[in-house]
């Protein structure tokens, strides 16, 4: 995670997306903005620019002053799609200042 200002998150987005794209033969694929628990997020998909191969995820979300992003590396079958809506769907986030609360 990575510390952030207030500015939005697109430009947050903006700012780290050059170094975590690897190489300059990667470029965006798409970009969607979403909502997970009530928290603003960007979903950036990335690939090969000449063959759109190895496609990878990257999610973005910023949260109480941090930037979290996650990654991963989609291989282009099915099961690792599966394995990331997982991920992405078991993210839960407590409000600044509150208290975690368990799921009985």
């Not at 694929?29 to 603003?40: C, D, L, M």
């Not at 992003?69 to 407590?94: K, P, Q």
Request: hydrophobic content about 45%; aromatic content about 4%.
């Amino acid at each position: 995670m990575l510390a952030v200002s207030s500015a939005p998150l697109a430009q947050h987005v903006d700012d780290a997306l050059p170094g975590l794209k690897g190489d300059n033969r990667r470029e965006v694929a798409s970009r969607t903005s979403i909502t997970i628990e009530g928290v603003e997020a960007e979903e950036v998909k990335v690939w090969d620019r000449l063959s759109h191969n190895q496609p990878e995820h990257l999610l973005f979300i910023a949260n109480g002053g941090n930037l979290f992003v996650m990654t991963h590396a989609l291989a282009g079958r099915e099961h690792s799609v599966a394995a990331y809506e997982v991920a992405r769907a078991s993210l839960r986030f407590v409000p600044e200042g509150g208290v975690p609360q368990i799921a009985r």
